[in-house]
């Protein structure tokens, strides 16, 4: 599957809201019950080549995890940095949150971009894009 990134509806042939069941037996899922977490309880189903998780709620898929390959424009949009990725995108982030973990001594940020639907999350402040969460419009309405 190619990770073409169609925002707010899809990543590949994963379409955000969808139910689960029309993709169980088209790819080899991992899963891992995150059903009783308090701040997203979900199942999620990872495929490896991409790297890529689903985040399933009631069924459907909620928010798409990608964590070495997402396209947009032609670009893999892993790997770039905060600022190429805003260039990208015709629009910078809004919100910036520098995480209580670090990787290798190096803090994450996590840059919210909601006219896109896609949480960012880099290595170092406005750093390279190492795994992008997916959204649907939904996500964003208050």
Known sequence: MIPLLFPFKQVGDFLIGSPIAQYLSS????????SNEDMAPSLNYSISHPSITLFVSDNRIDFIGCYEELLYHGVNLIGISISH???????????????DFEEGKVPQYV????????QVWARGKLGLVISIMV?????YLD
Not at 111 to 118: A, D, F, Q, R, V
Not at 135 to 139: A, L, M, T, V
């Open 27 to 34: 790819y080899p899922f991992d899963l891992v019950d995150m």
């Open 111 to 118: 840059y919210e971009y909601p006219h896109i639907g896609l």
């Open 85 to 99: 990725f805003s260039v990208l995108v015709g629009q910078d982030y809004v919100e910036e949150d520098k995480l």
């Open 135 to 139: 959204n649907g419009e939904e996500h």
